[in-house]
């Protein structure tokens, strides 16, 4: 069964501050990796979708990277904002999707 | 707007009450998901649609029961529920699973439902 686990479970920092997160899977036979936003009580937000072909992703001040063997991604944020407070939760993909419990991240004004 | 819209956004209902969430999506998928996302614990998927066909239903309680009429719309109907099942119930779509799985999930906005 794929376990999928999310570094760290919170995060504080001061505005313009580059973030970090971190996501780990047991099983690296995986289709693709997709990274979702979600702010409080709403829906999923996706962000990134990363096929098992490709090392990375980049969408603006996202970045995405995938390292299917050792079964890690990164998802870097450049420069944040307090607009970037919010949820972030992985999901991999081996015919379904497993989700990791996210990381809730507090951009500081 | 996602493309996937789902409703009631809210839903109060009693034990012995039957109500029915609905999803619709606009972009064409193939394959919808139930899933349901409780405080402090990670998504668990409940069921999954794919050309209209049940593939997947991860044990879940009878008192949750699916239907999909079409490929653009999913029900989850609601029976004798219990206050655990408080929840923020999503709705998703992709292409075709069965294309390899290489499809970008898409979410609705989810539907709060607090069982009292």
């Known amino acids: 069964k794929q376990e999928v686990t999310q570094i760290p479970a919170a995060l504080s920092v001061p505005e313009g501050e580059n973030l970090v997160l971190n996501c780990s899977f047991t099983?690296?036979?995986?289709?693709?990796l997709q990274w979702f936003r979600q702010d409080p009580g709403k829906g999923l937000t996706s962000l990134l979708l990363?096929?098992?072909?490709?090392r990375e992703q980049t969408s603006g001040r996202l970045n995405a990277s995938l390292d299917k063997s050792s079964g890690r991604s990164t998802l870097y944020i450049a420069a944040s904002q307090p607009g970037d407070s919010a949820t972030y939760l992985c999901?991999?993909?081996?015919?379904?999707?497993?989700f990791g419990a996210g990381t809730t991240v507090t951009v500081r004004a | 707007e996602t493309g996937v819209t789902q409703t009631p956004r809210h839903l109060v209902m009693g034990m012995t009450n039957k109500k029915s969430l609905k999803c619709e999506q606009h972009?064409?998928?193939?394959?919808m998901y139930w899933y349901k996302q409780s405080a402090k614990k990670p998504l668990e998927l409940m069921f999954v649609?794919?050309?209209?066909?049940?593939?997947e239903n991860n044990s879940v309680p009878s008192r949750f029961s699916p239907e999909c009429p079409n490929s653009s719309h999913l029900f989850l109907h609601l029976h004798t529920l219990q206050p655990e099942d408080s929840a923020l119930y999503l709705c998703?779509?992709?292409?075709?699973?069965?294309?390899?799985?290489?499809?970008?999930?898409?979410f609705g906005q989810g539907t709060r439902l607090t069982v009292v």
């Open positions: 998703a779509s992709s292409q075709d699973r069965t294309g390899g799985g290489n499809a970008e999930a898409f």
């Open positions: 099983d690296s036979a995986i289709y693709n």
């Open positions: 990363i096929q098992s072909s490709q």
């Open positions: 999901a991999v993909n081996d015919y379904k999707l497993s």
């Open positions: 972009l064409g998928h193939n394959a």
């Open positions: 649609y794919s050309l209209e066909e049940r593939v």
